[in-house]
């Protein structure tokens, strides 16, 4: 019972909540990543409600579509082997990140920045080098990222019977500002791209330019919780963003070519 | 009393929660922010706690510090004219954006993207041209936002006792990902950069790229919070992500001109 003169506790409830879904086991080709996310859901005492999204880490993604490759099985082209000299990268690396990518937007000295198969721009076609099962592995991006998320969104609907949106995250550094931060690469159920530009500001005026992009948003408030040197966080419940039964996804979120003033 | 039958709460508190501040007046110059938010947080029931971070939106600093132009009192120079009539913009803007940026990075149709006076690359060097009361008047960024950021600081510690991070943000478009996000313009006591590039990962693999930059995740995630068209959500509370002592400043941010593949 609480003391008289104690007031009652005035916390308003957080009006976005995070919560980091630790103690998922190691990921590994043909897992399930679905039933493991529910699994630690109900471990971790959170019960889904409708609206929830998870964000969920490209790399527990592409482990369980089986892209990792050993850089052993890779036979560069002449033209992997000529950039991998330029670059000073393993010219069997920059083999997958040629055959991941339909462009090099930027080289210069160890840095490529490629326009992947899925549209967006990356370092290294996005991919990952690190924390993957030792013997030379390196980790492609899932093929077909907005897939993936709906794939996962539809398995969780019918084993938990709740509409929550996905995220399929990754870390990506950004021309112009330093240090990497979260953005999306797949999704399902998740307003991806907020258009207010028909809405008058509180003076009548028009908005100018305010196409906003809550998807990235998400995706960088999860990234926080992720962290990057260890597998210990690979997904993150927000809460308090509803999801909705939106249909954009993440592809909708690539630039078009003809407004890209920075190929 | 709980029936025996019922579980206790299971749910976890959230790693990370975002308060959104509402219901603070509209700030005009010479007001005072920190005043406010202290009083926000009050009628809101939120106690700060040392290492809460209050991310704020550039807006209201940027009024406060008396940074709105009328378009009447400015006189166009001639290359702002020229400027205008290939944008299409208001002669008398682009000479505001010209003196608020050190170089044009680049110019298409009525796109007109500059380095400010601060580093930062920036759409129309981030003057704003919505929710400013009326009369044809525009806002500038503020002059110094670190500065901005270690004063408000300064004065909830006064004023409060806490020991929070400082976070001025604004919304930026971004190089091929359509839709604005949120990012740091002014920051004071918030880890800006991590670098973890010397920490060895899972497999005892030396990570590559992982500066993260979480200062611009909080911005982004803050951001979701404010929307665009209503100045109802000027601040946000996050709490979960300790802000220490940092001493980095949004400036820190800047990437080294030698090392932009975007100029």
Redesign the interface.
């Known amino acids: 019972m609480r003391d008289a003169e104690q007031p009652a506790a005035?916390?308003?409830p957080?009006?976005?909540?995070?919560?980091?879904l630790r103690g998922m086991p190691r990921i590994g080709t043909g897992d399930d990543i679905a039933a493991e996310l529910l699994h630690a859901l109900q471990r971790?005492?959170?019960?889904l409600v409708d609206g929830d999204i998870i964000a969920i880490a490209q790399k527990i993604v592409s482990k369980a579509e089986g892209r990792a490759v050993r850089l052993a099985d890779v036979e560069p082209s002449a033209r992997a082997r000529e950039l991998g000299t330029k670059t000073g990268k393993d010219p069997r690396l920059v083999e997958l990140i040629l055959r991941e990518s339909v462009e090099i937007v930027?080289r210069?000295g160890g840095?490529l920045?490629t326009r992947t198969r899925l549209g967006?721009?990356q370092?290294n076609a996005g991919i990952d080098?690190?924390?993957?099962?030792?013997g030379g592995q390196v980790l492609l991006l899932p093929v077909d990222p907005d897939a993936s998320a709906a794939r996962m969104r539809s398995e969780i609907a019918v084993r938990s019977g709740r509409r929550v949106g996905i995220l399929v995250i990754d870390?990506m550094?950004?021309?112009?500002?330093?240090?990497?931060?979260?953005?999306v690469i797949g999704c399902s159920g998740v307003r991806?791209?907020?258009d207010?530009r028909g809405?008058?500001?509180?003076?009548g005026?028009r908005?100018?330019?305010?196409?906003?992009?809550?998807?990235?948003?998400?995706a960088?408030?999860a990234?926080?919780?992720m962290g990057?040197?260890?597998?210990g966080v690979p997904a993150v419940l927000i809460?308090?963003?509803p999801s909705g039964d939106e249909t954009q996804i993440a592809r909708?979120?690539?630039?078009p070519l003809e407004d890209?003033?920075?190929r």
Do not use: C
């Open positions: 005035m916390t308003a957080a009006d976005l909540q995070l919560f980091a971790s005492g959170l019960a930027r210069r840095v920045i967006f721009v370092a080098q690190s924390n993957v099962d030792g870390s550094n950004r021309p112009w500002r330093l240090g990497t931060t979260g953005a991806v791209l907020d207010r809405s008058p500001d509180l003076y005026r908005l100018e330019v305010t196409v906003s992009n809550p998807a990235d948003g998400l960088a408030a990234n926080l919780l990057e040197a260890d597998e809460r308090g963003v909708d979120i690539v630039r890209d003033l920075f």
